[in-house]
């Protein structure tokens, strides 16, 4: 049997994904149950499209469940520095400036976590992989485009 790669997350990231998924579990399986009841109340199956798409939504969420069960069970939540000049690990949000002068604020977090819209970037992500480790001061560019990073805060 092949070892489970651990999944790295911020503390806040877990927290959330075990909010998710109590969600799921308690509240949305019981209205996706009560859903389910009242298509079959309608009668016929075999031209009931409520009771499809109940059970397409059931499926849907049994699916989510199972993963978000899955994540946490491999969830390594990684320990952020309390120095104040220490390098940039996930949890941190890197104030950065770009060569145009434009300043950016991205926060490292763990493929799960991420959102672009958000600037919630993934530590495996070209532009995650170069912040990862960084300090103020550190420059790092990503195709054409240089950043400077000019402070770094964690959550």
């Not at 009242?38 to 049994?62: F, K, M, P, V």
């Not at 300043?103 to 993934?122: C, M, P, T, W, Y």
Request: glycine fraction near 8%; charged fraction near 30%.
């Amino acid at each position: 049997m092949s070892e489970r790669k651990p999944i790295h997350l911020t503390a806040r990231g877990l927290e959330k994904l075990k909010q998710e998924l109590l969600y799921l579990k308690e509240e949305k399986r019981q209205e996706l149950t009560e859903y389910m009841g009242a298509a079959l109340a309608d009668g016929d199956l075999s031209e009931n499209s409520g009771y499809d798409e109940a059970r397409l939504l059931q499926s849907a969420n049994e699916a989510r469940i199972a993963d978000l069960e899955e994540v946490i069970l491999r969830a390594v939540v990684v320990e952020q520095a309390d120095e104040a000049d220490a390098p940039a690990t996930l949890g941190a949000s890197l104030h950065v400036e770009d060569d145009s002068g434009a300043k950016h604020v991205f926060h490292l977090v763990g493929s799960v976590e991420a959102d672009v819209l958000q600037n919630r970037i993934s530590d495996e992500s070209p532009l995650g992989q170069q912040l990862l480790g960084r300090r103020a001061g550190d420059e790092v560019s990503l195709g054409a485009r240089r950043f400077r990073v000019t402070s770094i805060l964690f959550e």
